[in-house]
């Protein structure tokens, strides 16, 4: 093994393990819609695989628990098949986790994340644990910290969910998500929701399909593996480094 999978080992292993081990990186995804070309399954899987490939630059310091599979997703709703979690919900498994977890000496947390939606409720989840349970939380954006590569290979004005940038991870990390002969642009209304995006002078709520009606933006069709590789790579050099000077030095 080529780093530490708690699902896939023995008390015993895991005893061991905790020797070197000071960071539990909790993949954190979401079941929801991802337009006609990905399954809904995709953050979640997208967490869990960039979790293995962060554990592997991490090793021996890091093991990665089970995948928090479902997330905050209300404003996929509307489309079948997404299923949400309320904040509140997915606080509370946070933190029976990481609860549990340091109950055999962990103190170091890391809530890699692959959903946007689920940002605003992990800020809350990491002050909120972190005092209540005396313990350090942290958390991150799967790819968010790849802005070199994202400039250069995403060109849409509008992107970030199963676009050109989400596809091209899925390409390099779980080409099994991806519906090839399916791949579509984002199909825009216009809408209210426009002065409710992130940079606007207000923020708010809105229900995906007032924005997309296949619930994609960005384009898919400008998806490449090497795109993807750049992405990963990048992003994992980033947190990689981070994570080495938070707990390392």
């Not at 170091?108 to 644990?129: D, K, P, W, Y």
């Not at 809105?206 to 795109?227: P, Q, V």
Request: charge should be negative; hydrophobic fraction near 40%; proline fraction near 4%.
């Amino acid at each position: 093994m080529d780093f530490y999978d708690l699902t896939k080992m023995t008390w015993p292993e895991v005893a061991e393990a905790l020797k070197t081990v000071k960071l539990a990186i909790i993949p954190v995804g979401a079941h929801e819609q991802h337009g006609p070309h990905m399954a809904e399954s995709c953050d979640a899987v997208l967490a869990e695989s960039m979790s293995h490939r962060l554990a592997q630059k991490l090793h021996p310091y890091a093991l990665v628990t089970p995948t928090v599979n479902m997330g905050v997703s209300i404003h996929h709703i509307h489309f079948p098949g997404t299923i949400t979690l309320k904040p509140s919900t997915l606080i509370s498994v946070l933190r029976d986790m990481i609860w549990s977890l340091k109950q055999h000496g962990l103190r170091n947390f890391l809530l890699l994340n692959a959903h946007g939606g689920n940002q605003s409720t992990l800020s809350v989840a990491s002050a909120e644990i972190s005092q209540e349970l005396d313990v350090k939380v942290y958390y991150a954006k799967t790819t968010a910290s790849a802005k070199a590569a994202i400039k250069q290979h995403v060109h849409s004005t509008l992107f970030g969910h199963s676009c050109e940038r989400e596809v091209s991870e899925a390409m390099y990390l779980a080409p099994q998500l991806i519906r090839q002969d399916k791949l579509e642009k984002g199909v825009i209304v216009e809408g209210d929701w426009r002065l409710l995006r992130p940079g606007q002078p207000l923020q708010g709520h809105y229900y995906y399909d007032e924005m997309t009606s296949n619930g994609c933006i960005g384009d898919a069709t400008a998806a490449s593996l090497e795109a993807g590789r750049e992405i990963v790579e990048e992003a994992l050099e980033q947190l990689s480094l981070a994570l080495r000077k938070l707990l390392l030095s």
